[in-house]
C-alpha cells in the first residue's frame, strides 16, 4: 500500500508542476489531479487505529443548510463590502491553515529522515498572558512548517496558481484523510444533499459562481489555459474533499474485511468518470456546471451496483467507524487495567 501511495504523490507532484515546464490540457490536468488527490488522500487515510469524531446523520443532513449559509453570506459580503477588504481578511486565516495543513501533508515524509526522538519528543508551549492555553508539538513538525510558512507567504504575496494549487491540494488531502463519514448510510444522506446544494447554487442563483470568482483564496484549484479571455480552468476543493471522503470510507471498508481495493476501486472509477461527464457537458454547454450532479450519482452507483453483484449490500449498510473507534477504545482500556493488575 505504501508503495502504491509514494506512487500516486509522486505522480500528483509531477503533475502540479508541469504546467511551469510544458503545456498541459486544462481539462486533462482538472481529471487527473483531481483523481490522483482523491487516490492519495484515501490511502493516507487508512490507519491503524480508526477515526475517533466521525460525522453523525444529523451533521450530514445539516451540512447543506450550514453550507448554503455561508455560502450566501460570503456573497453579501462580497456584494456590500470592500472586496480588497474581504480578500485581505481570508488571505491572513488561509495564511495560518494552510501552515498547518501543508505541514501535516508534509510531515510523514519528513519524519523519515529525522531522528526518532524529533518524531516522538513532545514540547508544550503555552500562551503569554493565557497559561490555561497551550500548544503541544515536535520538532519534526516545526521542521515540516518551515516549507509550509515559505509557500504561503508566496501565496500572500504574489497569488500565483501554483502556490494555490500547492495549498489546495493540501487541503484536499487533509480532509480526506482526516474526516470521516462514519457509516455509509451517512455518506448518501450527505452525498444526496450536497448534490441537491450543488444544483440549487449553480443553477438556480448566481450566488456560487459570484462567490467562485469573487473568492480570492485556495478554495479552488486552478489549471492555467492558453486563452487569454479564460486564463485558468477553475475546481473547487469540494468537489474533491467530499466525494473523496465517501471513497476513502469504501478503501476502509475494504481493509477491515482484510480485501484490500475490491470496492475502493468501483467507487474510485465513479469519481473519475462523475468528473469526465463534468468535464464534457461542461465544454459542450460552456458553462459552470455543478460538478456534484455527475460525480455523485457515479460515486454512489458505481458502489452500489458493485455490492449488489457480489450479494453484499448487508455488511456495506452495517459498517460503522464510529462503533469500531468505540470498541477499539474499551479493549484499549481492557489492556491497561490488565496491565495495571499485573503490576
Known amino acids: 500500500m505504501k508503495s502504491v501511495e509514494r506512487i500516486a504523490n509522486v505522480a500528483l507532484a509531477g503533475l502540479t508542476l508541469a504546467p511551469l515546464v510544458m503545456k498541459v490540457d486544462p481539462n486533462l490536468n482538472v481529471i487527473l489531479t483531481a483523481s490522483l488527490t482523491v ?44 472586496k480588497d477588504l474581504v480578500n485581505a ?3 491572513c486565516y488561509f495564511f495560518v491553515l494552510g501552515i498547518v495543513a501543508l505541514s501535516a501533508t508534509l510531515l510523514p515524509a519528513i519524519k523519515r529522515y529525522l531522528p ?59 480532509g480526506i484523510e482526516m474526516l470521516s463519514l462514519g457509516s455509509f448510510k451517512t455518506g448518501a444522506i450527505l452525498l444526496a444533499g450536497l448534490f441537491v446544494y450543488d444544483i440549487f447554487w449553480v443553477f438556480f442563483t448566481p450566488v456560487m ?11 479552488k484549484l486552478l489549471f492555467p489555459t492558453a486563452d487569454t479571455a479564460r486564463p485558468y480552468s477553475m475546481l473547487g476543493l469540494g468537489d474533491i474533499v467530499i466525494p473523496g471522503i465517501f471513497v476513502a470510507l469504501a478503501l476502509r471498508f475494504d481493509v477491515s474485511r482484510g480485501k484490500h481495493s475490491r470496492y ?23 458553462a459552470a456546471q455543478p ?24 455488511p456495506l449498510l452495517a459498517f460503522d467507524e464510529s462503533k469500531a473507534a468505540n470498541s477499539s477504545e474499551e479493549s484499549s482500556d481492557s489492556d491497561t487495567n490488565t496491565s495495571k493488575k499485573v503490576e
Open 39 to 82: 487516490f492519495v488522500g484515501c490511502y493516507r487515510s487508512v490507519k491503524p487505529t480508526p477515526p475517533s469524531e466521525t460525522m453523525s446523520n444529523e451533521h450530514a443532513m445539516r451540512f447543506p443548510f450550514v453550507g448554503s449559509a455561508m455560502l450566501l453570506s460570503l456573497f453579501l459580503l462580497f456584494k456590500f463590502l470592500s
Open 89 to 91: 481578511v481570508l488571505t
Open 116 to 174: 526518532t526522538h524529533w518524531n516522538q519528543d513532545i514540547i508544550s508551549w503555552h500562551f503569554p498572558y493565557f497559561r490555561s492555553l497551550d500548544v503541544e508539538f515536535t520538532r519534526s513538525q516545526i521542521v515540516a512548517a518551515i516549507p509550509g510558512t515559505f509557500f504561503c507567504a508566496w501565496y500572500a504575496s504574489q497569488k500565483h496558481w501554483l502556490a494555490n494549487n500547492i495549498l489546495g491540494l493540501s487541503f484536499c488531502i487533509q
Open 209 to 219: 459562481v459570484s462567490v467562485a470568482k469573487s473568492f480570492d483564496a485556495p478554495i
Open 264 to 286: 475502493f476501486r468501483s467507487a474510485f472509477l465513479g469519481y473519475v468518470v462523475g468528473l469526465v461527464l463534468t468535464i464534457v457537458v461542461m465544454n459542450w454547454f460552456q
Open 291 to 314: 460538478a456534484l450532479l455527475y460525480i455523485v450519482p457515479s460515486v454512489i452507483g458505481f458502489l452500489a451496483a458493485h455490492c449488489i453483484w457480489n450479494g453484499e449490500v448487508k
